[in-house]
């Protein structure tokens, strides 16, 4: 199975992108949102979901093992297939899904074409216990971590640390990522992660 290409872009369609690995083009179907920043010439990395089919072999691309993570979880949900998951994926970032599901914001996916309210009800009902552990992904808290700590953490890596710090003074990871995602829509995305942690705990207490 192949898990990872990297290479030059050959080409970007519409669903899909040829690239070129020494000298070999593979198509790559990829979301909307990858396909988007990406242009013939570029050199791109890919993490790669293999799918082998009897009459076919098909590769899909992301840009980061979250992303392949969120795909192959969305497929776990009845009438999600590649096709859809790509699609979510293309409307809505990792950590917007992530954020939507804690909140139960199944109009946010109902934005994805092709998916409708009745399956993004089933999205963001069957993922709600899964988000959590998607949305920290790689980036846990240290045990131990002080709670009025007032060191800073990248954009990007508070949301995910403030949901396992959370998690680690003995709250659901459910509780924990919607908590966070209401402190990260009152305080916004650049919110330091003592701030998210306070904000989540306000929540936490009402």
């Known amino acids: 199975m192949i898990g990872k290409l990297r290479g ?32 013939a010439g570029d050199e791109a990395s890919l993490t790669i979901d293999t799918h082998v089919r009897e009459d076919s072999i098909k590769l899909y691309g992301f840009t980061s093992e979250v992303e392949r993570t969120w795909f192959r979880t969305l497929q776990t949900i009845q009438g ?13 970032s990792p950590q917007d899904l992530a954020n939507a599901i804690a909140l139960a914001d199944w109009q946010a996916v109902e934005q994805t074409p092709g998916v409708g309210k009745k399956l993004a009800l089933r999205v963001v009902a ?21 709670l009025a700590s007032d ?45 998210l942690i306070r ?8």
């Open 199 to 206: 904000r989540g705990l306000r929540e936490l207490a009402r």
């Open 8 to 39: 030059k872009v050959d080409a970007v369609g519409e669903s899909h992108l040829i690239l070129d690995v020494g000298g070999v083009g593979y198509e790559v179907l990829a979301s909307a949102r990858t396909l988007r920043n990406l242009k």
């Open 126 to 146: 069957e993922l709600k216990d899964k988000a959590p552990g998607l949305a920290v992904g790689s980036l846990p808290m240290p045990a131990g971590t002080a």
């Open 80 to 92: 999600v297939g590649a096709k859809v998951a790509l699609a979510v994926l293309g409307t809505l």
């Open 151 to 195: 060191t800073t953490s990248t954009v990007g890596n508070a949301p995910a640390e403030a949901i396992s710090a959370l998690t680690n003074l003995g709250y659901q990871p459910h509780q924990a990522s919607q908590a966070v995602a209401v402190a990260m829509k009152d305080l916004g995305d650049g919110a330091e992660l003592a701030k």
